[in-house]
């Protein structure tokens, strides 16, 4: 482990990398020098053909409060996460994936929150092509929807569940770090969906949260980025990490329905070897098959009411009168 000075700090920046070098450099240069702040980068195995490890980025930038931790594991982005918050000396935890950065309004929020008492913070993004820096839609029905329902009247109460129960990411979180170990919470260390757990429970502990709409991270879009590996190896996986959540919503009485799992499985449907595997998962977390069976007719209906939508709203179009 490379580190700078060991001292307390207000805030730690953790970073997994893993073969990404050049963005990399743009995430870190995208944080503010600050004597409060740390970085912490957890290099996750990486390939010495696509990363030099004697001119490993900012490896000698004197001007930061870096700490670079190789991690020959081989244990995937949530070892690494874990890694990094051992190794953290700040009051608050802030994560970033290497291949994002931040924004400019990001030096105004670390200095509005830096002596503040809340647990989390939760933040705003953008997100960006990463190679064309044009606008994508990634965050649409995702973050941008949970910030609308906490700023909305009608859906305070159910944002605020949704933020702390269903925005999975690591990110756009300013965590106090002393709730993750006073509660031995822990990334998950699959190949898939680490954050998933750790974002729920952080978020479940945590008793006193504040929302600040401000964007102040980018999140981008990479064509082959670990987020687009849709197997039904990788997804069966997704299911146990999702189930394990609806598990833990219906045994703290918290009113969110939860779903992914049954529409995996039921994504499976047409391969035997993979669906009876989804069953064999759910089955050993304690759903019955009567239980599993009706999660997927649920899936199965509101496809089915979607796709009803969809019909009509076509023919409503080709029928317009004028359109005759």
Not at 306 to 312: D, Q, T
Request: glycine residues 4%.
């Amino acid at each position: 482990m490379e580190s700078g000075e060991n001292k307390n700090f207000m805030f730690s920046i953790i970073i997994p990398h893993k073969n990404t070098p050049d963005l990399l450099e743009r995430c870190v240069n995208s944080i503010p020098k600050r004597d409060d702040l740390e970085i912490i980068i957890i290099d996750d195995n990486s390939s010495p053909e696509i990363v030099n490890f004697e001119n490993f980025p900012l490896k000698n930038d004197d001007s930061r409060n870096l700490k670079i931790i190789f991690d020959k594991s081989n244990k995937g982005a949530g070892h690494a996460r874990n890694l990094g918050v051992e190794n953290a000396g700040g009051k608050f935890l802030i994560f970033a994936d290497s291949d994002d950065f931040f924004i400019l309004t990001f030096n105004n929020i670390l200095d509005k929150y830096k002596n503040s008492n809340y647990d989390i913070i939760y933040l705003n993004a953008c997100s960006l092509d990463s190679e064309y820096y044009t606008n994508t839609d990634r965050l649409k029905n995702y973050l941008y929807k949970l910030m609308g329902d906490y700023m909305s009247k009608e859906h305070h109460e159910l944002g605020e569940l949704e933020l702390k129960y269903l925005f999975a990411s690591p990110w756009c979180k300013i965590v106090r770090k002393s709730i993750i170990e006073n509660n031995n919470i822990k990334f998950d260390e699959t190949p898939v969906s680490n954050d998933l757990t750790f974002s729920y429970l952080i978020g479940h502990y945590a008793k006193n949260i504040f929302v600040d709409p401000t964007a102040v991270y980018c999140v981008t879009v990479r064509n082959n980025s670990l987020s687009k590996n849709k197997t039904d190896e990788m997804n069966l996986i997704r299911i146990g990490i999702y189930a394990r959540r609806d598990k833990f919503l219906k045994s703290h009485n918290i009113p969110l329905p939860e779903m992914m799992h049954f529409t995996l499985l039921y994504g499976m449907r047409n391969n035997k070897n993979s669906f009876d595997k989804g069953c064999k998962i759910l089955i050993e977390l304690g759903y019955t098959q009567k239980e599993i069976k009706s999660g997927l007719k649920k899936i199965f209906y509101g496809k089915l009411r979607m796709y009803a939508h969809n019909v009509k709203a076509f023919l409503k179009l080709v029928l317009h009168p004028n359109l005759k």
